[in-house]
Nanobody, 124 residues
Framework: VQLQACGGGLVQAGGSLRLSCAAS????????MTWFRQPPGREREFVAA???????YYTDSVKGRFTISRDNAKNTVYLQMNSLIPEDTAVYLC???????????????????WGQGTEVTVSS
């Protein structure tokens, strides 16, 4: 499986962006798809995940502002980001896994497939 992320850019605080992550290969529907981000000079962190069931999970700092969704017919997962703040500035990476369990959904080592990352910069 190959993942290709896009949609990043420069936006003012309060603005919105939608990230996309397109997957090649089969069985996309079987994967938990997740967005991580890596802010400048910091560790990679979990942002949001969507299971094959459609259940979604978010880190607290983005709840109510970000929405993760998937279109299995298009093999694509999205991250709609609203009310962006400068603290959201990061490289955003999509990842996929068939083996990740719910208790470890925020653990990057559980993911086997990674996109190349797309940069989001939020200016104040």
């Amino acid at each position: 499986v190959q993942l290709q992320a896009c949609g990043g850019g420069l936006v003012q605080a309060g603005g919105s962006l939608r990230l996309s992550c397109a997957a090649s290969g089969r069985a996309f529907i079987m994967y938990t798809m997740t967005w991580f981000r890596q802010p400048p000079g910091r560790e990679r962190e979990f942002v949001a995940a969507i299971r094959r069931s459609g259940n979604t999970y978010y880190t607290d700092s983005v709840k109510g502002r970000f929405t993760i969704s998937r279109d299995n017919a298009k093999n694509t997962v999205y991250l709609q980001m609203n009310s962006l703040i400068p603290e959201d500035t990061a490289v955003y990476l999509c990842a996929g896994s068939q083996r990740v369990i719910l208790s470890a959904i925020a653990t990057s080592s559980m993911y086997d497939y990674w996109g190349q990352g797309t940069e989001v910069t939020v200016s104040s």
